[in-house]
């Protein structure tokens, strides 16, 4: 964290190491020091100093990620169950590590760090510098939902409090070969991260579809026109038309593009949960989502916007 006033300079690191540094009139280092998480120090150019001193104006921090879950009406619920979904996670209890399909018979397992709080799915951060299998990720796997999620249209409805800016996995629906363990992503929900990039928009919830069952490689992709809000609920809701792709944030659909037509080939799928495979480069903690998820439903059609925006309204009057 850092604060300017008046011509001053104070800094103070929460996590982790930074160096500060005078620079002389070449432009290098003549005088500098190693922060660690021990308080705020001020910077004088001027007299050349790095001085112990906290400033009159609080130095900034982000906000504790709150664990309070969704207050979903029992009317949300009717609603969801009344277009009667493939599957439709709630996440309000688990038991031997395994949560209920309200909707179907698939039942979701918890895996790694995964845990229900408050009625809802929680996927905390990992723990830092601990070997891969001690780091505490977790994700919900569902290894035979419905056999219709990729052979037509298709809806995948979620509320989610991300704990920060990611580049994470909400929903994956991926090809399951029951004869090898060849596991090829359909179609995919995440989040885009806040770095700068050249092709994606920053801090959107993405949806793609894969072209591989098409004969193509890569996928197609659309993008939410707001960005989403760490520690806070948001709806989304990503939808494959026969033709096209579609999807929705807060009730407002956003962005649509064509899209191949969709196979009639049934194909056998598996469905992660806050989590994506990724090659072993990319392996780690990149593939994690870390907040609250809730409300998950996955439908064999594609939802008509006036559904999006009723289930939207519905738990705005909770």
Same mark, same amino acid.
């Given at each position: 964290?850092?604060?300017?006033?008046? $011509?001053?300079?104070?800094?103070?690191?929460?996590?982790?190491?930074?160096?500060?540094?005078?620079?002389?009139?070449?432009?290098?280092?003549?005088?500098?020091?190693? =922060?660690?998480?021990?308080?705020?120090?001020?910077?004088?150019?001027?007299? $050349?100093?790095?001085?112990?001193?906290?400033?009159?104006?609080?130095?900034?921090?982000?906000?504790?990620?709150?664990?309070?879950? =969704?207050?979903?009406?029992?009317?949300?619920?009717?609603?969801?169950?009344?277009?009667?979904?493939?599957?439709?996670?709630?996440?309000?209890?688990?038991?031997?590590?395994?949560? &209920?399909?309200?909707? $179907?018979?698939?039942?979701?397992?918890?895996?790694?760090?995964?845990?229900?709080?408050?009625?809802?799915?929680?996927?905390?951060?990992?723990?830092?510098?601990?070997?891969?299998?001690?780091?505490?990720?977790?994700?919900?796997?569902?290894?035979?939902?419905?056999?219709?999620?990729?052979?037509?249209?298709?809806?995948?409805?979620?509320?989610?409090?991300?704990?920060?800016?990611?580049?994470?996995?909400?929903?994956?629906?991926?090809?399951?070969?029951? &004869?090898?363990?060849?596991?090829?992503? =359909?179609?995919? =929900?995440?989040?885009?991260?806040?770095?700068?990039?050249?092709?994606?928009?920053?801090?959107?919830?993405?949806?793609?579809?894969?072209?591989?069952?098409? $004969?193509?490689?890569? &996928?197609?992709?659309?993008?939410?026109?707001?960005?989403?809000?760490?520690?806070?609920?948001?709806?989304?809701?990503?939808?494959?038309?026969?033709?096209?792709?579609?999807?929705?944030?807060?009730?407002?659909?956003?962005?649509?593009?064509?899209?191949?037509?969709?196979?009639?080939?049934?194909?056998?799928?598996?469905?992660?949960?806050?989590?994506?495979?990724?090659?072993?480069?990319?392996?780690?903690?990149?593939?994690?989502?870390?907040?609250?998820?809730?409300?998950?439903?996955?439908?064999?059609?594609?939802?008509?916007?006036?559904?999006?925006?009723?289930?939207?309204?519905?738990?705005? &009057?909770?």
């Amino acid at each position: 964290g850092m604060v300017v006033d008046a $011509g001053k300079s104070w800094v103070e690191v929460y996590e982790g190491e930074v160096d500060i540094a005078l620079l002389n009139k070449d432009g290098h280092a003549w005088k500098s020091r190693q =922060l660690t998480a021990s308080g705020p120090v001020r910077i004088d150019a001027a007299k $050349g100093l790095i001085v112990d001193e906290t400033p009159q104006i609080a130095m900034p921090r982000f906000p504790d990620f709150s664990l309070e879950g =969704l207050d979903v009406p029992k009317a949300y619920v009717e609603a969801v169950l009344k277009k009667k979904p493939a599957h439709y996670w709630r996440f309000e209890e688990a038991q031997d590590g395994r949560s &209920e399909d309200s909707a $179907g018979d698939a039942i979701s397992v918890l895996e790694g760090g995964a845990r229900i709080h408050g009625g809802c799915l929680y996927l905390p951060p990992g723990l830092a510098n601990r070997p891969r299998d001690q780091q505490n990720h977790g994700f919900v796997s569902i290894d035979k939902p419905s056999q219709s999620l990729a052979k037509g249209e298709l809806s995948m409805e979620a509320w989610v409090k991300p704990a920060f800016f990611q580049r994470r996995s909400l929903i994956d629906i991926r090809h399951r070969n029951p &004869e090898s363990s060849l596991r090829s992503s =359909l179609y995919s =929900l995440v989040l885009v991260p806040s770095q700068q990039q050249r092709v994606y928009p920053r801090e959107t919830f993405r949806f793609a579809t894969h072209l591989w069952p098409y $004969g193509e490689s890569g &996928e197609l992709g659309v993008f939410s026109a707001d960005r989403y809000v760490p520690n806070s609920w948001q709806h989304v809701v990503a939808v494959r038309h026969r033709e096209k792709i579609e999807i929705y944030l807060n009730g407002r659909s956003v962005q649509s593009v064509p899209a191949p037509s969709v196979t009639a080939n049934s194909q056998p799928t598996m469905i992660l949960i806050g989590h994506s495979p990724r090659p072993r480069r990319q392996a780690g903690n990149r593939g994690f989502f870390k907040g609250l998820i809730d409300e998950v439903a996955i439908y064999p059609f594609a939802m008509p916007a006036e559904q999006v925006v009723e289930h939207y309204q519905l738990m705005q &009057e909770r």
